[in-house]
Nanobody
Framework: QVQLVESGGGLVQPGGSLRLSCAGS????????MGWYRQAPGRQRELVAI???????KYADSVKGRFTISRDNAKNTVYLQMNSLKPEDTAVYYC????????WGQGTQVTVSS
């Protein structure tokens, strides 16, 4: 069993920055995919950024050049650095991991508004 706990969400003005963290615990050695999704009101959950096998990364086109995913294996933590935030980035952000099953965190709200 894997547990994922997100932190770092909040309210930020357009153009601002936030860093999200996702701490994993449990059978994390089995994970080979970790990353972030988001879901805005009335919209489907969508991929934001993810580590695929190894150190390869994939980003949504809408966040390329603004968001950076990183990881600290010693701390079993994945980060999402979000810069130049826009109102359309407002959503609940979910940490995701895949091992023997799909795992999701509880979500953290990010609101970009003046």
């Amino acid at each position: 069993q894997v547990q994922l706990v997100e932190s770092g969400g909040g309210l930020v003005q357009p153009g601002g920055s936030l860093r999200l963290s996702c701490a994993g615990s449990g059978s994390i050695f089995s994970l080979y995919v970790m990353g972030w999704y988001r879901q805005a009101p009335g919209r489907q959950r969508e991929l934001v950024a993810i580590f695929t096998s190894g150190i390869s990364t994939k980003y949504a086109d809408s966040v390329k050049g603004r968001f950076t995913i990183s990881r600290d294996n010693a701390k079993n933590t994945v980060y999402l650095q979000m810069n130049s935030l826009k109102p359309e980035d407002t959503a609940v952000y979910y940490c995701y991991a895949k091992g023997d099953a799909d795992y999701w965190g509880q979500g953290t709200q990010v609101t970009v508004s003046s």
